[in-house]
């Protein structure tokens, strides 16, 4: 049989794996690299394939009737669909997309020539696959509840530098999703999905990095199929060395183990009884190659990673990777103190137990899945950027456990008074007509009433994050999912003597192309309801509350500078919270009802917002009880 003649494109970092088997695929006579596409040379050692950066041509001339595709994940789709319309067959590395959309490209030029898209997803050649499904189909393990996935490499820094794509979540524009998840542990959640049919009912990632990159080094996702069966896939580039990745199926009579880098299946039963089976594997290449030249079924054609790339677009719509504070980390640095190596002590253990219990790393108690701010070295708050809320609750990033030095809580989260009150954030009860303080919407001549208008603020990327306190980006979105606003928080920790400061400040800025109106229950009739803006609410368990520089009614709708709050725990620690504005708004004050401090951004008359708004309040967190004249002294000082 004539050898295929088989084009390469990109033939540099994964591209040499290729080259080395075209190499032998050539000495057996069943293949011919033909042409080599790449925008550098190649020194190749057999053969004397033509080089050129322009695919289509280069096909043209080579009359390749495979190209294999081994480039920057968000060059994918117009390589292949080149490949494609110029009469070649396509082998197309994974991920095989950066979007749906770009996904929906390939299928449509597949089905268009009529020719095969095989993505090289290598383990999915594997005959463990469909012996694995078979002993599920089967009932071999019981009924499933689910399937876990770990993986935790060792990955040198110069690993996110090696080329301008890689640990980047877009370049130039363009979509590249180069995370954990999506690239070299794709094949973990690509097995994962092989090993369980049906569409895909909801997708939840949390997405980490230790090193300085854009994209995830350390994530997990939870995917939920339509008929409740639950795959979760936790991994890590940040181990002290490489652990081989698994999948364990949980049955409830036995358990299955794939190490799908080995082909190996390891079945537990109830009575004792283990069995360790390790299967053939079919190269995907070979594959593609059978199938066009007998007709041999391809083993990953494209639409069997239609799951996979929703997967991907779940990622790539998530909120930007979670920074890990140094503290959590073992670093390793050179001669010169540059960074060598990032790692995560028992980062291997950590995905096992995710595998082990189908949870998010945020389940297993993990220190760094929280942002926590610390005074010295002392832990004073932890903020929630992603809160899993019901949409009444107007979803939004809070701090929350704030606390004095001496370990007094001053925030309280979700009180039954008002299950909407997030601890210490900024709440705006009507923002062009969307609620962003949560629960009931204030109607004139009705009162409270529930509406469906409830927005969401979210967490999209912190631009800084230390011990001290953060910089975050925030999208305001309303009811209907239009993106109204964005904000920059910048929220920052301040020892001061015996006690501490927390400096909030935002800029919220208008998104909708015309003035952004913001309205409180005061301006639409509800006398001295002007809530929104910057609002905390403390304890309502505390005792013996009182305000200064005068009592609830003094305090409530007046401009002065500062205001303070005490109370006293249920342990009769007393606390005070010493306010300080930048500007002159009304504050607004709840005593005797529930303790709560916040702006009053709309106080009898709406707010017009043209362009931004910016708004500024630091608050002394404080053990014991003031008296006027030391609470003075420190809103001085703020």
Not at 111 to 125: I, K, P, R, Y
Not at 328 to 343: A, K, M, S, T, Y
Not at 547 to 565: F, K, N, Y
Not at 597 to 609: E, F, I, M, T
Request: hydrophobic share 40%.
């Amino acid at each position: 049989m004539t050898p295929a003649r088989i084009v390469l494109a990109g033939a540099h970092g994964h591209g040499q794996h290729h080259l080395r088997q075209l190499h032998l695929l050539s000495d057996s006579g069943v293949a011919e690299l033909a042409g080599i596409c790449d925008v550098r040379p190649v020194e190749v050692g057999f053969g004397a394939p033509l080089q050129s950066s322009d695919l289509r041509e280069l096909i043209a001339k080579t009359g390749a009737e495979i190209t294999i595709i081994c480039t920057p994940i968000h060059t994918h789709a117009d390589l292949a669909v080149t490949a494609l319309h110029a009469g070649s067959h396509v082998l197309l590395e994974k991920p095989p997309a950066a979007t749906p959309e770009a996904h929906q490209r390939i299928a449509a030029a597949v089905a268009e020539t009529g020719l095969a898209c095989q993505v090289g997803f290598q383990s999915l050649g594997s005959a463990a696959i469909p012996a694995l499904r078979e002993l599920i189909a089967s009932g071999g393990l019981g009924r499933v509840r689910g399937i876990g996935g770990a993986g935790a490499w060792e990955r040198p820094a110069s690993y996110f530098t090696r080329s301008a794509w890689s640990g980047r979540r877009r370049l130039d524009g363009a979509d590249v999703v180069d995370g954990a998840l999506t690239n070299p542990f794709a094949h973990a959640v690509a097995t994962a999905l092989a090993l369980a049919d049906g569409p895909i009912a909801e997708i939840e990632t949390e997405l980490y990095r230790a090193n300085t990159i854009e994209s995830d080094d350390t994530s997990c996702v939870r995917i939920r199929l339509d008929d409740g069966l639950v795959l979760t896939v936790a991994v890590s580039l940040c181990a002290p060395e490489r652990h081989e990745p698994y999948l364990v199926v949980h049955g409830d009579a036995g358990r299955a183990t794939l190490v799908y880098t080995q082909d190996s299946v390891k079945v537990e039963l109830p009575d004792g009884s283990v069995t360790t089976t390790v299967y053939d594997r079919t190269d995907l290449l070979e594959n593609l190659l059978d199938h066009v030249r007998t007709g041999t079924p391809l083993l990953v054609p494209l639409a069997r990673t239609e799951t996979f790339t929703q997967v991907l677009d779940a990622v790539r719509l998530a909120p930007e990777p979670l920074p890990i504070a140094e503290r959590h980390q073992e670093v390793e640095r050179d001669g010169g103190g540059e960074v060598v190596r990032r790692v995560l002590p028992g980062i291997a253990g950590l995905t096992a137990r995710s595998t082990e219990r189908l949870a998010l790393y945020s389940e297993l108690d993990v220190p760094w899945t929280r942002v926590e701010l610390l005074a010295g070295d002392r832990p004073v708050a932890r903020y929630e950027t992603r809160p899993g809320l019901p949409a009444t609750d107007s979803p939004r990033p809070y701090l929350h456990r704030v606390r004095t030095l001496g370990g007094v809580e001053v925030t309280e989260v979700r009180p039954e008074d008002h299950v909407h009150h997030l601890g210490a954030g900024v709440a705006i009860a009507d923002l062009g007509g969307a609620n962003f303080w949560g629960g009931r919407t204030y109607v004139r001549d009705q009162g409270p009433t529930w509406l469906d208008d409830h927005g969401v603020q979210r967490h999209v990327a912190f631009s800084r994050l230390h011990d001290d306190g953060f910089v975050e980006q925030l999208e305001w979105i309303g009811p209907g999912g239009g993106l109204m606003a964005r904000e920059e928080r910048t929220v920052t920790v301040r020892p001061l003597q015996d006690a501490w400061a927390l400096d909030f400040a935002f800029t919220l800025t208008n998104l909708t192309g015309a003035p952004l109106e913001i309205n409180s229950s005061a301006t639409k009739g509800r006398a001295g309801a002007g809530y929104g803006g910057f609002f905390w609410r403390a304890p309502g368990a505390s005792t013996a509350r009182t305000t200064l520089p005068g009592d609830e009614r003094a305090v409530h709708g007046s401009r002065d500078r500062w205001i303070a709050m005490s109370g006293t725990d249920a342990a009769g620690r007393d606390w005070t919270l010493v306010f300080a504005q930048d500007g002159d708004d009304p504050w607004f004050v709840r005593v005797e009802e529930y303790p709560g401090v916040g702006q009053a951004l709309a106080w009898d008359r709406p707010l017009l917002v043209e362009d931004t708004l910016t708004r500024r309040v630091v608050t002394a967190v404080v053990d014991g009880r003031l008296d006027h004249a030391a609470a003075a002294a420190l809103a001085g000082g703020l």
